[in-house]
């Protein structure tokens, strides 16, 4: 029975006083006070604004976040340079992109390729396998391309492949100093 009372006044001690009191000191100074004194009057407080957070729903995939499967007469499609967490140092930003494919393009058939930067084409579709980016900003960036037909109809997609790209700051013109000889 004792640790029932015991409980019951350790809980009770942990109580919340929604009740807020207002008093004026001597000095004119206003003092809101949880503890009631002669003179106070009780605040009636507004009732306290909740916020219902909204659920969380994954990002839907981007359509280069995977590669396509093989299309038919293409059977290797990739990009071969800038490697997989490749650092890539170039101070004017320039990145040059190398793709890989098996057969060779079918230029007659109005076959092309573009090329992606974080998900965005950049430029216009090409024949050639090989493509330089200018003026990247530093940072993390992936890279992707696709084989599209003469109506840009995605025939084929590479993997994205991620890579940084470290461009001098002015803060840091050389590189870090060596440490000070002793």
Do not use: C, W
Request: hydrophobic share 35%; proline share 13%; aromatic share 6%.
């Amino acid at each position: 029975m004792n640790r029932i009372v015991a409980t019951a006044l350790f809980l009770g001690s942990f109580s919340v006083s929604a009740a807020v009191y207002r008093t004026v000191d001597p000095e004119g100074n206003v003092i809101f006070t949880d503890q009631p004194a002669s003179g106070a009057e009780e605040v009636e407080l507004p009732p306290v604004p909740t916020y219902q957070a909204p659920r969380y729903r994954p990002p839907a995939s981007r359509p280069d976040d995977a590669a396509s499967p093989p299309a038919p007469g293409y059977r290797k499609f990739a990009v071969v340079s800038p490697a997989p967490d490749e650092t890539v140092r170039d101070n004017p930003g320039n990145v040059t992109v190398v793709l890989a494919i098996e057969p060779d393009l079918d230029k007659a058939a109005g076959d092309r390729i573009q090329i992606y930067l974080d998900g965005k084409p950049v430029g216009k579709p090409t024949t050639s396998l090989q493509a330089v980016l200018s003026n990247v900003d530093r940072g993390e960036h992936r890279v992707s391309a696709a084989i599209v037909d003469r109506n840009k109809k995605t025939i084929r997609r590479t993997e994205p492949v991620r890579f940084f790209l470290h461009r001098q700051s002015r803060l840091f013109p050389r590189g870090p100093k060596p440490p000070a000889a002793p």
